[in-house]
């Protein structure tokens, strides 16, 4: 089909035509923006933590006046818990996935160093604290129980200082990207050194502050942490029934004395927090779908309606070409052809206005930049949305008989 008559006929309806490529543009930028979004949205919902989070249940229980001998009741809540059926392991510590804590240290690789080398999110915890979460350790092995000091007593005296730590992957690789991170001490806590026996695949922070790139950089710390300072975390062999075992978890707990508190709120599964923790990310990605439904729909109701216009008005043009033995297919081909233009330029300069509008995210909200398949994704989307608006229309110009669209004219 020649673009000279569709050209000559978009020249004499300027300003329509501007509209229509306007609307285009600006709906090719936001859509672009709005995947993107969306898809930063919902890779950030779906990060793993490197805990078996369908197998891992907590609960927490605090004491209405200060325990002397915190300790060994936390001890005798573990063992309870642990004698519960249906659980594999029980462990505390001071924070957990998508907790409310968040204990963090700075470290430094040696003892002369003044500056922070990093700083690095703290599991403080025994050692059942791997095999409860189920983390994977890839390399070097777990504390051993001599290991494990008194956390309480620790803080208490002033003398934080722990022998041994493990280390996640993505710290062991930001502080030794060699990969010779086993046996080599660190200074965390204290003017003593640390020695990394082991490191564990995966373990991200309690919560997401900060650069995507500190999301896993995270450090396991051998403590016996106090009932009063931390949370339980319980490991269920059968995830149909956490339920179950958080009830009995909380009467085991409430068991070991009256002056017990167990927030019965606070004992949930490590899944149902996760879902909590991103609520916000969820619902901003639902409505930046309804954006994009939104605008697609109104430029879509912006090119069935000029297009209708246009049919009536080129009612004479029509009837002419079907008398000169312009079939329905050519009638239907050249409205299409028409839309097909406007929709590229539209849609380059759309792309141009997408990448703009980018730009003004990153320096406003720290927000990577833009993908460049994002633009294609939305070319493709508007070009399909132009040629579905616009058929209806063309098609009722083309069913038109060439005597009545003539006598109408």
Not at 176 to 199: C, N
Not at 262 to 272: F, G, I, P, W, Y
Not at 334 to 339: A, G, K, L, M, S
Request: glycine content about 8%; aromatic content about 8%.
């Amino acid at each position: 089909m020649e673009l000279r008559p569709i050209l000559s006929t978009l020249s004499r309806h300027k300003t329509a035509a501007a509209l229509i490529v306007f609307e285009i543009a600006l709906s090719c930028a936001i859509v672009c923006n709005a995947l993107f979004l969306i898809a930063g949205r919902l890779e950030r919902i779906d990060r793993p933590t490197g805990a078996d989070e369908q197998h891992v249940v907590t609960v927490q229980a605090r004491g209405l006046a200060r325990d002397e001998n915190a300790n060994a009741l936390t001890q005798t809540d573990l063992a309870a818990l642990r004698a519960i059926p249906g659980v594999a392991n029980a462990t505390i510590s001071v924070q957990m996935p998508f907790g409310n804590s968040n204990w963090n240290s700075s470290v430094r690789m040696t003892a002369e160093q003044r500056g922070e080398t990093m700083s690095v999110s703290n599991y403080i915890a025994d050692e059942h604290f791997i095999h409860t979460l189920g983390l994977k350790l890839v390399a070097g092995r777990n504390f051993t129980r001599d290991e494990v000091g008194d956390f309480g007593r620790m803080r208490t005296e002033g003398k934080v200082h722990f022998p041994a730590v493990i280390l996640g992957q993505a710290t062991a690789d930001r502080l030794f990207p060699g990969g010779d991170a086993l046996g080599k001490g660190l200074y965390i806590w204290g003017e003593e050194p640390s020695r990394v026996i082991g490191i564990v695949e995966r373990l991200a922070k309690p919560n997401d502050f900060g650069s995507a790139a500190s999301y896993e950089e995270s450090v396991i710390l051998p403590g016996q942490v106090p009932y009063s300072s931390g949370a339980y975390l319980v490991r269920v062999q059968d995830p149909s029934q956490r339920q179950a075992v958080l009830e009995q978890a909380q009467k085991a707990l409430l068991a070991q004395g009256p002056t017990r508190i167990v927030d019965a709120e606070q004992a949930r599964t490590l899944e149902s927090m996760r879902d909590r923790y991103y609520r916000q990310d969820r619902a901003m990605a639902w409505m930046l779908v309804a954006v994009i439904v939104a605008l697609l729909v109104v430029t879509a109701l912006g090119i069935v309606g000029l297009a209708s216009f246009w049919v009536q008005q080129r009612s004479r043009q029509i009837g002419i070409r079907r008398a000169l033995g312009a079939t329905r297919g050519q009638i239907l081909r050249y409205f299409q052809t028409e839309n097909f233009l406007l929709a590229t330029i539209g849609i380059a300069i759309g792309m141009l206005l997408a990448y703009a509008l980018n730009q003004l995210l990153m320096q406003r909200y720290e927000l990577p930049r833009l993908p460049l398949f994002y633009l294609p994704i939305g070319a493709v989307a508007l070009w399909l949305l132009g040629q579905i608006a616009v058929y209806g229309p063309a098609r009722r110009a083309a069913l038109v008989p060439p005597a009545v669209a003539t006598r109408g004219a």
